[in-house]
């Protein structure tokens, strides 16, 4: 698996691609990503993923593969290193998170410790 640097994430070009077409279903043309972490789930904390319109001030902002992703400033500690992919497989279909930060996470993919 790839290395990403501390102080980002990653959103590999499929993800990217199944957001963007997520936004046109929905007839969005102005949009971004807003990946975010929440408390919940049977591990403490969940993520929460939610196509956007306006920014909010407390957002970093990154631009990957032609999609803006905009993470809460509270959020990106538990973010930072994160490769977000879009699997389409046997196993199941969905957004997949691979978390360096993450020391437990619940069978489901979708909480984890810290």
């Known amino acids: ?15 990217a ?19 975010a972490v929440k408390g919940g789930g049977c591990s403490g ?18 631009q990957q593969h032609g999609l803006e992703v905009r993470i809460p400033k509270k959020s990106f500690i538990f973010l930072a290193g994160t490769i977000l992919d879009f699997s389409d497989g046997l196993n199941g279909k969905g957004f997949v998170f691979s978390n360096p930060n993450a ?10 410790a810290v």
Do not use: H, W
């Open 1 to 15: 698996m790839n290395q990403v640097p501390i102080n980002t994430i990653e959103i590999t070009p499929k993800a």
């Open 45 to 62: 904390l969940t993520y929460d993923l939610k196509i956007v319109g306006s920014p909010a001030d407390d957002e970093k902002i990154i």
């Open 103 to 112: 020391k437990k996470s619940c069978g489901c993919g979708t909480s984890f």
């Open 17 to 35: 691609e199944k957001v963007k077409t997520f936004a046109a279903r929905d007839g969005l043309d102005t949009f971004a990503l807003k990946v």
